[in-house]
């Protein structure tokens, strides 16, 4: 196909998309018209026709945030600019080279008004751009989002040689708060369990409450992995530990369950699926649950599907269930975070302390060299864990 003409205010009839099409595409702007030369690879495929690709979000996003920095004016916005181009050359996220962007472009801001050389940062840079961002009261999460990023472009400036890469050593590490699971109080549970008004709303919803099992692993979960006459689910990967474990379910558990396989479409092989797909996804799921929130009045609760979990895991323990028959329940590889999951009612700890004393005051056997291996095991490692700066997987 021979290159043919047409006419740019067909397209772009303004400014600015002569410039775009100037940047990034092969084309040749007579003087006398603003007519231009289109190579052969902007004629469609299909029709012949002539037509212009504006260019990718991606690309729109590259140079919307490399605008915004280059015209700030700041020293070192080049190499802002190169670690961006950087990152779109290796493919990266739109949402990713925005945020690279803004961080990169704060950073930089702190630098001009600490007075500092870029080409000198050093690790006591970094140190005073945390505190900067935490006085202006972001989120610690945010803050280590941030700093984070700024790390990313930093390596970009070691591996072009413009830093030491000394400053890669002992890098500085922030420690999000530990925040304890949310179990849904008994009275809430109670109206969010009237608030369910489908067959299979209801089945979903018990078996998570009554088997500790994460969604993933629900969704998953095969008609034949059911062994309906032992009440149980075998689960043979985990979704966290790929690790395969055997679940149980109460009665009002197995009345939903059996309420749901019969009215369910018998050729389906999965337990929970959707007209289009073999099994429903997280979305689908969760939207159930936040429609029964709606109508049950606990929107604003920050209740999710993973609280079924951690109600699980408080009820069992708080009805008397071992820790260590907990652990294998939830699946977990550690028992410390079964302790986490799981948190005893003050009624609890009020019974099981004074049913301890009762066997202390009664003289009965407590020898001081007899320990909890499991909770001694839990303390050695996380004695060994804290003094290399680790921390025990989630």
């Known amino acids: 196909m021979t290159e043919q003409g047409c006419i740019l205010n067909n397209f772009y009839p303004d400014e600015w998309a002569t410039s775009v099409l100037q940047k ?11 007519s231009l030369t289109l190579s052969p690879q902007f004629f469609s495929p299909i029709t012949g026709s002539q037509s212009v690709r504006r260019p990718s979000k991606r690309r729109r996003t590259l140079d919307r945030c490399s605008a915004r920095i280059i015209n ?4 070192g916005a080049d190499l802002a600019v190169e670690y961006l181009q950087d990152k ?3 493919n990266l996220a ?3 080279i925005k945020d690279a962007g803004g961080t990169a472009l704060s950073f930089l801001i702190f630098l001009d008004q600490t007075e500092t050389n870029i080409f000198e940062v050093t690790r006591q840079d970094i140190c005073g751009f945390v505190e900067h961002e935490q006085d202006r009261s972001l989120k610690i999460s945010s803050v280590r989002n941030h700093l984070r990023s700024v790390y ?3 390596n970009f400036l070691v591996k072009q040689e413009i830093l030491s890469p000394a400053i890669m050593c002992k890098k500085i590490r922030l420690n999000l708060p530990e925040l304890l699971p949310r179990a849904i109080p008994t009275e809430d549970m109670n109206v969010l369990l009237a608030a369910i008004n489908t067959i299979r709303d209801r089945a979903l919803i018990l078996v998570l409450l009554r088997t500790g099992m994460r969604i993933g692993e629900l969704l998953n979960v095969k008609v034949a992995d059911i062994i309906l006459p032992e009440r149980k689910i075998l689960l043979y990967v985990g979704e966290k530990n790929y690790q395969g474990r055997v679940v149980y379910y109460s009665e009002d558990a197995e009345r939903a369950l059996q309420e749901w396989l019969q009215i369910r479409d018998e050729q389906r092989e999965y337990l929970f699926y959707s007209p289009s797909r073999k099994t429903i996804s997280y979305v689908a799921a969760w939207m159930v649950m936040k429609k029964i929130l709606e109508r049950a009045g606990l929107s604003g609760k920050g209740y999710s599907l993973h609280s079924l979990r951690h109600t699980f895991a408080t009820d069992m323990l708080n009805a008397g269930l071992r820790l260590e028959a907990l652990q294998k329940l939830l699946g977990h590889q550690s028992i410390e975070i079964t302790l986490r999951y799981a948190k005893l009612s003050n009624t609890t700890r009020k019974n099981e302390y004074f049913k301890a004393m009762t066997v202390i005051e009664q003289g009965g056997h407590h020898e001081s060299h007899r320990v909890n291996s499991q909770l001694q095991a839990v303390f050695e490692e ?3 864990l804290t003094a290399h700066g680790k921390k025990l997987p989630a």
């Not at 990034?24 to 603003?34: E, I, S």
């Not at 700030?72 to 020293?75: N, T, V």
């Open 24 to 34: 990034h595409w092969p084309v040749t702007l007579p003087p006398t018209d603003r």
């Open 152 to 154: 990313t472009f930093v």
């Open 72 to 75: 700030s004016g700041l020293p």
């Open 88 to 90: 779109y050359r290796n």
């Open 382 to 384: 996380k004695k060994l």
């Open 94 to 96: 739109m949402s990713t």
